[in-house]
């Protein structure tokens, strides 16, 4: 039988670097799954916005204060920041700004990994079955390999392409559902903002 080329064997152990990199990236975003659901649960928490609103249409500041200090959602977070800036409404925009631009840039840490891991995982994967494949193909023609062998070893190569998928399909899932929730988050923030300046504007021209 003849010695199997040194660059078909190069081309093998690519294959299974391929496989472990693809490894190390599905625990590194899941990792990241982890951490973001543990950091949005806080940071989230139950928004009961409904009810600051009212306190707002109503002028209610008492009760509204009383809501964001024993609510610990975003929401209430930046109302709290909004009650603590100078009432004025270029000084309550600009102090609720500055907070949620910080609260985004926490909350969003990881999601560009989980992102470009959802893009370029499957491209990673598939470049490891396009290399299984080129072993296979080229161990058949220089060698006597039984065809089984080779069967077998193209189903082997296949196993990156499903990787890949397993790796990007929970990215991605994850990258949608927390960017969402922290686009709510931030608009409902806003929101409740432009509601307070409505009233207090109103109430600063009567």
């Keep these: 039988m003849a010695s199997t080329p040194l660059w078909i064997l190069f081309i093998g152990w690519a294959t299974k670097a391929v496989l472990l990199l693809l490894a190390g990236l599905s625990v590194w975003s899941v990792s990241i799954l982890i951490d973001r659901k543990r950091k949005f649960k806080e940071a989230l928490g139950t928004p009961e916005s409904d009810q600051a609103r009212q306190f707002i249409r109503t002028l209610d ?18 109302i709290r920041e909004v009650l603590l800036a100078p009432q004025g409404a270029e000084a309550i925009a600009y102090a609720q700004k500055a907070f949620l631009a910080d609260r985004r840039a926490e909350l969003s840490r990881g999601l560009s990994i989980l992102a470009t891991l959802g893009s370029n995982a499957p ?10 494949i080129i072993q296979s193909f080229a161990a058949l023609a220089t060698s ?14 296949l196993i990156a392409t499903a990787v890949g998928l397993f790796v990007a399909i929970p990215a991605v899932v994850g990258y949608n559902i927390f960017s969402q929730k922290l686009k709510s988050a931030l608009a409902e923030s806003e929101s ?10 109103l109430k600063e021209t009567q």
Aim: proline share 0%; glycine share 8%.
């Design 61 to 78: 500041h008492v009760s509204l204060k009383k809501w964001a200090e024993g609510n610990q959602s975003l929401q209430a977070a930046s």
């Design 123 to 132: 491209f990673i994967g598939l470049f490891g079955t396009v290399l299984g």
């Design 144 to 157: 006597t390999t039984a065809m089984n062998q080779v069967i077998a070893s193209l189903a082997e190569a």
């Design 192 to 201: 409740l903002r432009d509601l307070y300046l409505s009233r207090f504007i």
